[in-house]
């Protein structure tokens, strides 16, 4: 309950605060390249339930017909304005929206696709068992995570074998220790690690 609160207050105030920005990045991505402000991605939240992810639109539309995962920071997909969103990770703000209306939380394990979830044992399918979040401890440790792919020559199954099984060790851990305090130190340690 004092989670719910606590992501229902700094959501709405981070809305409403960032709002002004939000139509700034807005207006950019319109100048930059053709299509949506937004990109929605359907996701697997809270007891394997699929919802849309909300994100700032940093790819030319259609790329994610051809991969599932980016490959560095200067994959040819990424737009101009993309790369710079990306790299300091405000494409990801519009998720206060999803934390707002209740399917993600600040933090907790982040969303995974559906695709990948399906590979997931039956130990890893307890980091559904909570909602997911913005940032988490895999997301910290895998700020750069782009660029671990960036040059593989598969780097989906590259993913797969080296990547997912630790995000999901971190996950679980997280699961198992969660609490308001873990939390804040998490959305610090976040902060922290975006200027690094």
């Given at each position: 309950?004092?989670?719910r609160l606590?992501d229902?207050?700094?959501?709405?105030?981070?809305?409403?605060?960032?709002?002004p920005?939000?139509?700034?990045?807005g207006?950019?991505?319109?100048?930059?390249?053709?299509?949506?402000?937004?990109?929605?991605q359907?996701?697997?939240g809270?007891?394997?339930?699929?919802?849309k992810?909300?994100?700032?639109?940093?790819?030319?539309?259609?790329?994610?017909?051809?991969t599932?995962?980016?490959?560095g920071?200067?994959?040819?997909r990424?737009?101009?304005a993309g790369?710079?969103?990306?790299?300091?990770k405000i494409d990801?703000?519009?998720?206060?929206?999803?934390?707002?209306?209740g399917t993600m939380?600040?933090?907790?394990?982040?969303?995974?696709?559906?695709?990948?979830?399906?590979?997931?044992?039956?130990?890893?399918?307890?980091?559904?068992t909570?909602k997911?979040?913005i940032?988490?401890y895999?997301s910290?440790?895998?700020r750069n995570?782009?660029e671990?792919?960036?040059?593989?020559?598969?780097p989906?199954?590259?993913?797969?074998?080296?990547i997912?099984?630790?995000k999901?060790?971190l996950?679980?851990?997280?699961?198992?220790s969660?609490?308001?305090?873990s939390?804040?130190?998490?959305?610090f340690?976040t902060?922290?690690?975006?200027?690094k």
């Amino acid at each position: 309950m004092i989670k719910r609160l606590f992501d229902l207050i700094f959501s709405l105030l981070g809305i409403l605060i960032l709002f002004p920005f939000f139509l700034l990045i807005g207006l950019i991505i319109k100048l930059d390249s053709s299509g949506p402000i937004f990109y929605l991605q359907e996701r697997v939240g809270q007891d394997g339930t699929l919802f849309k992810l909300f994100k700032f639109r940093t790819m030319q539309i259609g790329a994610d017909k051809f991969t599932a995962i980016t490959v560095g920071h200067r994959d040819p997909r990424i737009t101009r304005a993309g790369y710079y969103l990306r790299k300091f990770k405000i494409d990801e703000l519009p998720q206060l929206i999803n934390v707002f209306m209740g399917t993600m939380s600040l933090v907790g394990p982040r969303p995974e696709l559906k695709k990948f979830v399906d590979l997931y044992t039956r130990e890893q399918l307890q980091v559904l068992t909570i909602k997911p979040g913005i940032t988490d401890y895999a997301s910290i440790e895998f700020r750069n995570e782009n660029e671990l792919l960036a040059g593989k020559s598969d780097p989906i199954n590259f993913y797969i074998r080296e990547i997912m099984p630790v995000k999901l060790a971190l996950n679980l851990k997280y699961l198992h220790s969660q609490s308001f305090w873990s939390d804040l130190v998490i959305i610090f340690r976040t902060l922290v690690s975006i200027f690094k």
